[in-house]
């Protein structure tokens, strides 16, 4: 996976490639998929979601640059927000490069299925249950936020909620195609460059595609 999927195709950092290799990937699926763990593609995981495809996960802790952001602020925790929790992979990825992880999730019974995923690898991960598109304001602010799932638009919360030279990744557009897109602030207003075409699951909440749907 790492040599074929991740540095084939363009993942340098280091970091994320050393731990995306040591991960067991096959822990954070249903039993019935765990012979396609390493498959280079988004694999179901129950209640409508998804375990992100491998690249797409190295791909936005990639641009988060949470080394870059360590070195301009010495001495300050490198804290990340993941909103989506999902499997608990991607949270896992970023815990175990060395982010100080809040991973915020709507449904409570895939949350907690991750929080016991990740305990039992020893991975120290905050696990809260709410509406994502809200951030988790409590923890803020973020060096990085990754968002696994799409909106219509970037959530104010979560530019909010983001420290100064922090970085914010995210799917933004319609369901069925969206835009891989990075945000950042810079003086004093919001930047964005895409990243090239992706489909993730709706992000459901007061700031997502489904705003009725708060939770």
Do not use: K
Request: proline share 11%; glycine share 14%.
């Amino acid at each position: 996976m790492v040599e074929e999927q991740l540095a084939a195709r363009g993942i340098g950092d280091p970091a994320v490639l050393r731990v995306m290799g040591a991960l067991p990937r096959e822990r954070f699926l249903p039993p019935e998929m765990e012979e396609n763990a390493y498959d280079d593609t988004a694999l179901p995981i129950g209640h409508g979601q998804t375990i992100s495809q491998p690249w797409i996960v190295a791909r936005m802790t990639e641009v988060l640059d949470l080394p870059g952001w360590a070195v301009r602020h010495p001495g300050r925790p490198v804290a990340v927000l993941d909103v989506g929790t999902g499997s608990g992979y991607q949270a896992a990825v970023l815990a175990a490069i060395g982010a100080r992880v809040t991973s915020i999730e709507r449904d409570p019974e895939l949350a907690e299925r991750a929080a016991r995923t990740l305990a039992s690898l020893g991975l120290s991960v905050r696990s809260v249950v709410g509406d994502g598109s809200l951030g988790y304001p409590p923890d803020a602010p973020y060096a990085g936020i990754v968002v696994a799932a799409a909106g219509p638009a970037i959530p104010p919360p979560l530019v909010e909620q983001l420290a100064p030279g922090g970085r914010l990744v995210l799917p933004v557009g319609p369901p069925g195609y969206q835009e891989l897109t990075v945000a950042w602030r810079e003086d004093g207003e919001l930047r964005t460059r895409t990243l090239g075409g992706c489909t993730f699951v709706p992000l459901v909440g007061r700031h997502g595609t489904d705003p009725g749907r708060e939770g």
